[in-house]
């Protein structure tokens, strides 16, 4: 049997389109935020559009326990140059990411209110990075979110080559130490495919989600903190599509 997780802001994500929003507007604040990762679905926009929140169909999936390292990056990870850790510089890395070229895309999407809902995130114990440092300098890293064991994935960047790869590396393999079931890798992308991501139905995702969100919290170890509840807030301003 389907289990959708409870949800009294935002509609049922299974009855979304596959690829279009499911609602618009309302606020990027922590609450509203973790109460959207809890139900599968991410906000995503460009500026001066209002905020659109996603669950699209099929998801882009990986598991900590098959992420495939090319032996090439495994062999540069392992250098000494390069220094890896975690939650030590959030908004430097979240602002790079915004910072970040990328071919194809003009501007960004990750906004000034997105940086601020996630830095309240992350100020919240919820949100999370990684950061890799080369000769005392913040050279690449991601972030994401974390509830239970679930991690979603929200975007990475380099200032060295291979520098957000060995970010990456060093993430799942935190990921997979601490037992976390899957990253949410949200939209298929060739880079994350070569790490072993592959779609997932969204009905499968959604199953898999309603139980990782139940899970201790995994980002300190499986014996870390217990079950984190949502954090609660009037809503307001979320108009259904």
């Known amino acids: 049997m389907s289990k959708t997780p409870p949800r009294s802001l935002f509609p049922d994500p299974r009855t979304a389109p596959e690829d279009a929003p499911l609602a618009m507007g309302g606020r990027l604040s922590a609450p509203i935020l ?17 905020i659109l929140w996603w669950s699209p169909d099929p998801r882009f999936v990986l598991r900590p326990d098959e992420v495939t390292i090319p032996r090439s ?39 000034a209110d997105m940086i601020a809902g996630y830095e309240a ?15 005392g300098m913040l050279a690449g890293g991601c972030y994401g979110v974390a509830i239970g064991s679930m991690f979603a994935g929200e975007s990475m960047f380099y200032r060295r080559p ?6 990456f ?46 899970q201790p919290d995994c980002w300190w170890g499986r014996g870390g903190l217990a079950k984190g509840g949502l954090i609660c807030e009037v809503k307001r301003g979320i108009e259904f599509l």
């Open 169 to 214: 590396a060093k993430l799942a393999e935190r990921l997979g130490e601490r037992g976390y079931a899957f990253i949410d890798c949200q939209q298929p992308t060739e880079h994350l495919a070569r790490f072993g991501a592959k779609k997932w139905h969204r009905s499968r995702f959604l199953d898999a989600l309603a139980e990782a969100v139940e």
């Open 121 to 135: 995130l992350h100020a919240a114990g919820i949100a999370h990075s990684a950061e890799c440092w080369r000769d």
């Open 34 to 50: 973790e109460q959207a990762y809890r139900c599968g679905i991410f906000p995503w926009y460009s500026p001066g559009q209002p």
């Open 73 to 111: 990056l495994a062999k540069e990870a392992r250098k000494e140059h390069w220094r890896v850790t975690f939650d030590e510089a959030f908004g430097d890395v979240i602002r790079a990411c915004a910072a970040q070229q990328r071919p194809g895309q003009e501007g960004t999407w990750i906004t």
């Open 162 to 167: 291979d520098a957000s790869k060995v970010a």
